[in-house]
C-alpha cells in the first residue's frame, strides 16, 4: 500500500487548509485512515481518523475544527482544517492500520503503513 499526502502549505492563523492523502495498491475490507502530526522537537500525535465502518475519531485539540473525510470510490481521504492556530504547525502523516480495535485507532506503533507528510505551518 502506498499513501500520498498533499495539500499543506503556509497560512495565517484562522485559517482553513485541506490535506488530502490518497491509498494505492491492495484495497481491504476493515481498516482505518488516520492524519497524526508531528511538531519540531515532539512525538508524532494523533489528530482524527475514519474508519472502514464510517466511524469517525479526534483528538480533543482538534474537535470541532477539523473534519475527516472519505471518498471509498477514489481511495483517498481528506481533513479539512478550519480556525487554524499556530499550535497547529507540523508535518501531518497520513497513515493505515488494518483491522483495527477502538483503542488502537489513536495510537501511532498500530499503523501498517504510512505516507511521507505533509509540512502544514500556521503564522500568528
Known sequence: VQLQASGGGLVQAGDSLRLSCAASGRTFSSYAMAWFRQAPGKER???AALRSTGTTYYAD???GRFTISGDNA???VSLQMNSLKPDDTAVY???VVLNPIRSTIPIERSYDY????TLVTVSS
Do not use: D, L
Not at 504510512?114 to 507528510?117: D, I, L, N
Open 45 to 47: 500525535q494523533f489528530v
Open 61 to 63: 485539540s482538534v474537535k
Open 74 to 76: 477514489k481511495s483517498t
Open 93 to 95: 502523516y497520513c497513515g
Open 114 to 117: 504510512w505516507g511521507q507528510g
